[in-house]
């Protein structure tokens, strides 16, 4: 089993910055290690679907961002750790929802698919005023 848990998430004015932490534990990670998993961030507003904001491979050589938060969003990993960041620059008040970082043990490569990962954090709520 691998727990995940979010970070990072608070009230902060248009133009802030924020960055969120993914701590993970467990049982699977003394096996594996974090480097064995694609990590994912997704976020979900109020009455709209859980949609993919960054990912990245296990090595973190390689990463996808959706297009509303290229160049403001950056997603890392330090693995000695077990952390995955994701820092969130020039934010914006459509920015505001609950942001989950997920794990996907299987993968090779990033997914950007939900029902890929394996593992999911409990969320951590960004709230963006104007």
């Known amino acids: 089993q691998v727990q995940l848990v979010e970070s990072g998430g608070r009230l902060v004015q248009a133009g802030g910055s924020l960055r969120l932490s993914c701590a993970a534990s467990?049982?699977?990670?003394?096996?594996?290690?974090?480097?064995?998993?694609?990590m994912g961030w997704f976020r979900q507003a109020p009455g709209k679907e859980r949609d993919i904001v960054a990912a990245?491979?296990?090595?973190?050589?390689?990463?996808y961002y959706t297009d509303s938060v290229k160049g403001r969003f950056t997603i890392s990993r330090d693995n000695a750790k077990n952390t995955v960041y994701l820092q969130m620059n020039s934010l914006k008040p459509e920015d505001t929802a609950v942001y989950y970082c997920?794990?996907?043990?299987?993968?090779?490569?990033?997914?950007?698919?939900?029902?890929?990962?394996?593992?999911w954090g409990q969320g951590t709520q960004v709230t963006v005023s104007s």
């Open positions: 997920a794990a996907d043990l299987d993968g090779t490569y990033y997914t950007t698919q939900i029902g890929e990962y394996d593992y």
């Open positions: 467990g049982r699977t990670l003394s096996t594996y290690g974090i480097s064995s998993f694609a």
């Open positions: 990245m491979t296990r090595s973190g050589g390689t990463t």
